[in-house]
T-cell receptor
Framework: EAQVTQNPRYLITVTGKKLTVTCSQNMNHEYMSWYRQDPGLGLRQIYYSMNVEVTDKGDVPEGYKVSRKEKRNFPLILESPSPNQTSLYFC?????????????????FGPGTRLTVL | SQQGEEDPQALSIQEGENATMNCSYKTSINNLQWYRQNSGRGLVHLILIRSNEREKHSGRLRVTLDTSKKSSSLLITASRAADTASYFCATDAAGTYKYIFGTGTRLKVLA
C-alpha cells in the first residue's frame, strides 16, 4: 500500500531533550516536506527536500533540522525542544518536480505526530 | 508568512445544502490545490487547478480561480455528513518550491 508513515505518533518530552521524528514513504517520491499545525494558524512548512541531499527552509525552520540521505526517509530533528514546539507535525511527499514548482503535484500526507514539550 | 486565508473560518450547514468556502492569496501562483482534513488526521488532496484555468469539477466539487482577484472558491454540492472536515487551500509563490497553506475552513454538515 502506497503510504507515508511517521513515528512516533505521540510523544511527550521535556525541554532540551533531543528527539527525532521519522518519516518514510514507499512511493519513490522526490519531494518531501515537514509541516507543523497549530490552532488558527493552519499548516506551516518547516523544511522541504527536492531530492536526496537537497533540502531547504520553509517558513518556520528555527529550532529544527532535517536530513535526506535516502530517497524514502526524511527525519525531523529537534536538537533542543522547547514548549513552543508543542504541535501536530505532518510529513508529506509528492512526485518529482521535474523542474516545476512544488504545487504541480499533489502531496500525500502521513498520519501526524502529536508532540508535547514540557 | 501565510499566503492563503480561508473564509469563512467555520461553516455549519444542513445535509443536502451546498457549502462554499473561499481562499485568498497574496502573490502570483502557478497552481492552487484544495485539501481536506478529518479531525486531526493527515490531509487528503481533493483537487488542483492551474493558474490558466478558471473552473474545474471533480464529482461534487467545483473549484474556481480568479487570478485577477487572487482568490479561489471551493463548492461542495449536496453535502453529506461525511463531508464534515476542515478544508485548506494550498499554493506556492511563483518560482518557489515552498508550499503555503491557508488557515482552513471548518465545515460541519448536520444530518
Amino acid at each position: 500500500e502506497a503510504q507515508v508513515t511517521q513515528n512516533p505518533r505521540y510523544l511527550i518530552t521535556v525541554t532540551g531533550k533531543k528527539l527525532t521524528v521519522t518519516c518514510s514513504q514507499n512511493m519513490n517520491h522526490e519531494y518531501m516536506s515537514w509541516y507543523r499545525q497549530d490552532p488558527g494558524l493552519g499548516l506551516r512548512q518547516i523544511y522541504y527536500s527536492m531530492n536526496v541531499e537537497v533540502t531547504d527552509k520553509g517558513d518556520v525552520p528555527e529550532g529544527y533540522k532535517v536530513s535526506r540521505k535516502e530517497k524514502r526517509n526524511f527525519p525531523l530533528i529537534l536538537e533542543s525542544p522547547s514548549p513552543n514546539q508543542t504541535s501536530l507535525y505532518f510529513c508529506a511527499s509528492s512526485p518529482g518536480t521535474s523542474g516545476r514548482t512544488a504545487s504541480y503535484n499533489e502531496q500525500f500526507f502521513g498520519p501526524g505526530t502529536r508532540l508535547t514539550v514540557l | 508568512s501565510q499566503q492563503g486565508e480561508e473564509d469563512p473560518q467555520a461553516l455549519s450547514i444542513q445535509e443536502g445544502e451546498n457549502a462554499t468556502m473561499n481562499c485568498s492569496y497574496k502573490t502570483s501562483i502557478n497552481n492552487l490545490q484544495w485539501y481536506r482534513q478529518n479531525s486531526g488526521r493527515g490531509l487528503v488532496h481533493l483537487i488542483l487547478i492551474r493558474s490558466n484555468e478558471r473552473e474545474k469539477h471533480s464529482g461534487r466539487l467545483r473549484v474556481t480561480l480568479d487570478t485577477s482577484k487572487k482568490s479561489s472558491s471551493l463548492l461542495i454540492t449536496a453535502s453529506r455528513a461525511a463531508d464534515t472536515a476542515s478544508y485548506f487551500c494550498a499554493t506556492d509563490a511563483a518560482g518557489t518550491y515552498k508550499y503555503i497553506f491557508g488557515t482552513g475552513t471548518r465545515l460541519k454538515v448536520l444530518a
